[in-house]
């Protein structure tokens, strides 16, 4: 596996991490715990070293699990982890909406230490902006985690542009982590320039379209009630049909590469910038192994200018979010 830096704050990954969080929560019915901790070290043993979760999976199963599966390789591992949602430390009940409080950041940093089983956060994110709390306090929240040695790093999810401008300015930004695929572009509009303006590393999640780019799905996929991909308007039927599309473009290319639609759409993305770290989650390990193996696969000048071309062709049908979920980004 190769390594990247995020940005240039010295903090090296992997090529490719694993996004944790369909493990616990969202995708249908979490994992058996012992099936969970043999994915993650089975990736570890594929040379992932960049492992990412938040208090929100579940909330804290996620952070349980990785801590677990992570705790005999902690030294040779960076995890990221998250705080931002208004949720009860004791006893996991979510209150609704965010809470970017400089007291609640440091219960959660302090929670999370202990689920972790470490005595530092490699990457702190901030999960959503919050509206009630200026951004530059925030920063200055975990800025002091920093000082005290309980976080390394400091990272935003899902922030704009001027957000993101602010709080480097009181602590700099490492990384920040937004949707990001051949599906959504939208961080081609302004994020990526001042990520590369700035010099901070970008971490797309959903790297795949929550597993659309897999070309697993057609127009007759259905999702179970506990799947948050049910309430998405992009995966309603009429809109899976839509943006078929998108996945013959995938599979065309990997026919071409001798690969698949998802090392494709990832190739893609590691080809974007060097400093773009993409974390595609799974619950199996023949799709963590195929995964990662789009890091061999080379995409020419030739063969990004034809994707770019056809995919300028494709008008994604479907928010990718329910409208509640969209208000809460800072995008």
Not at 244 to 266: F, H, Y
Not at 290 to 302: F, I, K, R, W
Request: charged share 25%; hydrophobic share 45%; with cysteine.
């Amino acid at each position: 596996m190769f390594k990247r830096q995020l940005g240039t704050s010295g903090l090296e990954v992997s090529s490719i991490g694993l996004g944790c969080m369909g493990l616990s929560h969202a995708y249908g019915p979490a994992v058996e715990k012992q099936a969970g901790i043999a994915l993650i070290r089975a990736a570890v043993e594929c040379g992932v070293t960049f492992f990412d979760t938040a208090e929100a999976y579940g909330p804290f199963a996620n952070e349980e699990l990785v801590g677990e599966a992570l705790a005999p390789v902690r030294d040779k591992v960076v995890i990221a982890t998250k705080f931002g949602f208004d949720i009860d430390l004791k006893t996991g009940e979510r209150r609704g909406g965010v809470n970017s409080r400089r007291e609640h950041i440091k219960a959660v940093a302090e929670a999370a230490l202990k689920r972790l089983r470490t005595d530092v956060i490699d990457l702190f994110y901030q999960h959503r902006v919050d509206p009630a709390v200026p951004i530059e306090d925030v920063a200055g929240a975990v800025k002091d985690l920093i000082h005290e040695g309980k976080v390394r790093h400091f990272g935003l999810s899902e922030a704009g542009a001027q957000t993101i401008r602010r709080a480097h300015a009181v602590q700099p930004v490492t990384a920040v982590q937004s949707e990001y695929s051949l599906w959504w572009r939208e961080p081609e509009k302004e994020i990526l320039a001042t990520l590369e303006e700035l010099a901070i590393g970008f971490v797309p999640f959903s790297p795949l379209g929550a597993g659309f780019l897999t070309g697993a799905m057609n127009a007759t996929t259905t999702f179970d009630r506990s799947d948050f991909r049910a309430s998405v308007p992009r995966f309603a039927p009429e809109a899976l049909k839509a943006n078929l599309a998108l996945v013959e473009l995938l599979r065309d290319v990997a026919s071409r590469k001798r690969a698949t639609p998802a090392q494709i759409a990832l190739a893609w993305l590691l080809a974007q910038n060097p400093w773009i770290v993409p974390i595609p989650g799974t619950t199996k390990l023949a799709r963590l192994e195929e995964n990662l193996g789009a890091a061999d696969v080379a995409l020419t000048a030739a063969d990004l200018e034809a994707i770019d071309a056809a995919a300028a062709k494709f008008v994604p049908t479907g928010a990718r979010l329910p409208e509640a979920a969209m208000k809460m980004t800072g995008l």
